[in-house]
């Protein structure tokens, strides 16, 4: 193999492009000789004549022109990768992985993104809904830069030293049920409650339920039946029917309530919730912003 380097190609490329050695000379910054040097050391190296000299004037050999035609891609394509390494430090290129463990969140999650790409139109951000189940071993893994995940509001910041978590906005968990469910009587609902009930929810499994496994299980109350649907629209719909209960984000489901619907209070620490967007501890400054934008923008959800 040639050993031919980049200095070779940017020499043969400004004598070329300058016609003679000594201006070529004064555009790389270096002496006549040494650039002389530079030459001789490369034809060298390849066994071969890149220029000759005919009446007092420089002129490529056909591999001389070979090797033009190749620094003109290669410096090319360097300058090309140090604008791009410069934008990706200056965040102003680069993708973004983000996902969040609830569902719901998919609801505006898309709207805040798309404002985002507004103001960013060279990043690329992508939503990882395979990692919904689990975001925070996703983001341990690489896989995620951004997770949005939720904890009980009265619970200190975890303190894991592999992850930063910045408060975006707090919400409620509540109670649905129809107006022909004697739970509609109550002005809060407690877990035991739930003991005679269907609780109808999303379709996850029982361990990915936050309700079920933090809530529920602790109190000895879990529900009779658990029927699970994909759409909230759905999950409502059968609430209205009074096939079971419901436990859905205050903010969620309050613009959808009617008359034939009851929201009530959920009596337990976890039902207020404080929803965090998490990086790892090396933030560059792409998800930087990204967090910036979203404080902005979701600590007006309620």
């Given at each position: 193999m040639l050993n031919i380097n980049l200095h070779h190609l940017t020499v043969v490329s400004a004598?070329?492009?300058e016609g003679s050695m000594t201006r070529a000379a004064e555009k790389l910054y270096i002496s006549q000789s040494a650039?002389?040097?530079?030459?001789?050391?490369?034809?060298?190296k390849i066994g071969a004549k890149v220029f000759e000299r005919r009446n007092k004037k420089l002129y490529l050999t056909p591999i001389g022109r070979k090797m033009i035609d190749s620094a003109a891609v290669v410096l090319s394509e360097l300058q090309k990768l140090g604008h791009e390494i410069q934008s990706l430090k200056n965040g102003e290129t680069g993708t973004i992985n983000i996902s969040t463990e609830c569902y719901t969140t998919y609801n505006w999650l898309p709207r805040l993104i798309q404002n985002f790409n507004k103001a960013y139109p060279l990043v690329n951000v992508k939503i990882m809904d395979g990692a919904t189940r689990s975001p925070l071993h996703y983001?341990?893994?690489?896989?995620?830069?951004?997770a949005l995940v939720s904890r009980p509001a009265k619970q200190p910041l975890e303190d894991h030293p592999a992850f930063i978590y910045t408060p975006v906005f707090q919400d409620e968990l509540v109670v649905v049920v129809s107006k022909e469910n004697p739970l509609s009587k109550q002005r809060t609902i407690y877990p035991k409650y739930f003991r005679e009930q269907s609780l109808i929810t999303y379709d996850v499994e029982d361990k990915y339920n936050d309700l079920i496994e933090n809530v529920l299980k602790p109190h000895d109350a879990e529900p009779a039946k658990v029927i699970k649907m994909p759409l909230t629209e759905v999950i409502l719909?059968?609430?209205?029917l009074n096939l079971g209960m419901a436990v859905l984000a205050k903010w969620l489901i309050a613009p959808l309530i009617t008359q034939e619907l009851k929201m009530l209070p959920l009596q337990h620490e976890c039902a207020k919730r404080e929803w965090c967007l998490v990086t790892r501890k090396q933030q560059n400054s792409l998800q930087q912003d990204f967090i910036s934008f979203a404080l902005q923008t979701l600590q007006n959800k309620k």
């Open positions: 004598i070329e492009k650039l002389s040097h530079h030459v001789q050391e490369l034809e060298k983001l341990q893994s690489g896989a995620l830069d951004v719909e059968m609430v209205k």
